[in-house]
């Protein structure tokens, strides 16, 4: 149980475009679902909170109106990188919490801005 | 502010004992996590700590003394498939989010 998916699981784009990203808890509800970004060889930092229905919380340094985010229920939420530039370029990872302790990570998704 | 130090690299040979230190400095504590990452892979738990003392766990081991802000992750008998990034977590009261360490990249030789 507890599996979080990603979606796509890497991405090519050139830059100026926009790419979506969907995270989506597979059996369970998602009360609240977290983005992070990664960097190589770094850890990840939080981008944002979003908790279903309402606007997501981002983090201090984060542009909000770059990275949007839509968390429209409690199985699915999905950031969109919009203008995309070569600096975007990370590994884009969700997770998923019922509200309980633990929060369950997807797959990653990784985005190459060309 | 907030601040999780983690050292960035450790070698350590198939079958010892590794502990792995985490410090923190965070407004308000919440309990503290460990993760494995392995490379181009999502974090994976490991353990979950939040009163003093030590968890544990198969070969797992995870330590916290909240006074010292201080936590280490032990691991014994080790692999070579535990050659990893080993990232520590806390989070803040009142909030589900999590802070990440510095992340430690352990490499495990024969």
């Known amino acids: 149980g507890a599996v979080v998916s990603q979606h796509p699981s890497w991405v090519i784009c050139k830059s100026g475009t926009s790419v979506k990203i969907e995270c989506r808890s597979l059996?369970?509800?998602?009360?609240?679902m977290f983005w992070y970004r990664q960097f190589p060889k770094q850890s990840l930092m939080l981008m944002a909170t979003s908790n279903e229905g309402s606007k997501a919380t981002y983090e201090q340094g984060v542009e909000k109106d770059k990275f949007l985010i839509n968390h429209a229920s409690l199985t699915l939420s999905t950031l969109t990188v919009t203008s995309a530039h070569p600096e975007d370029s990370s590994f884009y990872i969700c997770?998923?919490?019922?509200?309980?302790?633990?929060?369950?990570f997807g797959p990653g998704t990784r985005l190459t801005v060309t | 502010g907030q601040n999780i130090d983690q050292p960035t690299e450790m070698t350590a040979t198939e079958g010892a004992i590794v502990q792995i230190n985490c410090t923190y400095q965070?407004?308000?504590?919440?309990?503290l996590f460990w993760y494995q990452q392995h490379a181009g892979e999502a974090p994976t738990f490991l353990s979950y700590?939040?009163?003093?003392g030590l968890e544990e766990k198969g070969r797992f081991s995870s330590f916290l003394s909240r006074s010292k802000g201080y936590s280490y992750l032990l691991l014994k008998e080790l692999q070579m498939k535990d050659s990893a990034s080993y990232l520590c977590?806390?989070?803040?009261?009142?909030?589900?989010?999590?802070?990440f360490g510095t992340g430690t990249r352990l490499l495990v030789s024969p």
């Open positions: 700590n939040v009163l003093d």
């Open positions: 965070t407004s308000g504590f919440n309990g």
């Open positions: 059996d369970f509800q998602a009360t609240t």
């Open positions: 977590a806390v989070r803040n009261t009142g909030f589900q989010k999590l802070v």
């Open positions: 997770s998923a919490s019922t509200g309980y302790y633990e929060q369950y």
